[in-house]
């Protein structure tokens, strides 16, 4: 018996997906499968890779006898989405399809049988704050930081470390990203930056982005210590393990910068997040997004 999860989107997507179906697994008493297919384009964005081997993650992957081919037909989603809206198939696939049905915490989730697809983004802690810990010992890498990180996280555990995350990249140049998403926009950055600033003493704000350039040039008059994190894509999971290090977060709308603040066990740690996560979307409930000691600015 066991159910299956969609991995969908990047880094921070996928944890969310994991740490949802690990929870739902355990509460159902089943096995975990993941569907890691990244060959599907996504409104327009080809998949991300699939990350979570960095980590101690217990990664079983779907096969498409697991839900009688039903894995087979999602990965193809044209046909997929014909079948399901134009033929009307949603009372045929509920017994094995749960789409994520509202962005808020659903809890007939933990309702449901074995040999369920479920399909969604899923990202609240509500879902699996009952597995924390566990989920904290799995979400570590694997192999040793890079020297370039072992340095980096070496000044963090001697500073008043602040992670201060700037998404970018498709968020400015796709047109669905950027209608959807839209990036924080400078006020934040300064309102987040001064109310760290008022509380925190001797800050040292070490920068995350998928846009280095762009960051160097917009924060390097920043009238603290500044540390600019230059790690590519390639190496995201250490970036992770760093942001989660530092001591407080200023993060972006991102769920990348999410669980780097989330992994940074400290009890006092002071989590920023922007008020509004989506740019044109104000229908969407983002109510159990944050926990509940995090800040919106």
């Given at each position: 018996m066991s159910i299956i999860i969609k991995t969908i989107g990047g880094l921070g997507n996928q944890l969310f997906q994991?740490?949802?179906?690990?929870?739902?697994?355990?509460?159902?008493g089943v096995n975990l499968l993941?569907?890691?297919?990244?060959?599907?384009?996504?409104?327009?964005?080809?998949?991300?890779?699939?990350?979570l081997r960095s980590f101690h993650t217990k990664v079983e992957e779907a096969k498409n006898s697991n839900v009688y081919g039903f894995v087979w037909l999602?990965?193809?989603?044209?046909?997929?989405?014909?079948?399901?809206?134009?033929?009307?198939?949603k009372k045929f696939t509920s017994s094995f399809y749960f789409p994520e049905k509202k962005f808020s915490f659903d809890e007939n989730v933990f309702k449901q049988k074995d040999n369920m697809y479920f399909d969604g983004f899923w990202q609240t802690e509500k879902y699996f704050i009952d597995i924390e810990n566990e989920l904290r010992k799995e979400f570590t890498i694997v192999e040793p930081l890079s020297d370039y990180s072992k340095n980096i996280?070496?000044?963090?555990?001697?500073?008043?470390?602040?992670s201060l995350h700037v998404?970018?990249?498709?968020?400015?140049?796709?047109?669905?990203s950027n209608e959807f998403h839209g990036v924080c926009s400078p006020q934040y950055y300064s309102n987040t930056i001064k109310y760290m600033t008022d509380r925190i003493e001797s800050p040292h704000f070490f920068i995350f982005s998928d846009d280095y350039d762009w960051?160097?040039?917009?924060?390097?008059?920043?009238?603290?210590?500044?540390?600019?994190i230059k790690n590519g894509p390639e190496k995201n999971y250490e970036d992770?393990?760093?942001?989660?290090?530092?001591?407080?977060?200023?993060i972006a709308n991102s769920s990348f910068s999410w669980w780097g603040a989330w992994l940074n066990p400290e009890k006092n740690k002071i989590v920023i997040a922007p008020k509004q996560w989506h740019k044109n979307a104000p229908k969407i409930n983002t109510v159990d997004l944050l926990p509940d000691d995090w800040i919106r600015l």
């Open positions: 994991y740490a949802f179906g690990k929870a739902v697994s355990k509460k159902l993941l569907d890691i297919d990244t060959s599907v384009i996504y409104q327009g964005l080809r998949v991300h890779k699939f990350c999602r990965r193809h989603k044209r046909i997929f989405n014909f079948l399901y809206h134009s033929l009307r198939l996280s070496n000044e963090i555990k001697k500073t008043n470390a602040i998404r970018r990249t498709d968020y400015v140049t796709h047109s669905i960051v160097v040039e917009n924060f390097k008059s920043l009238k603290y210590p500044i540390t600019f992770l393990t760093l942001m989660s290090q530092c001591k407080h977060h200023i």
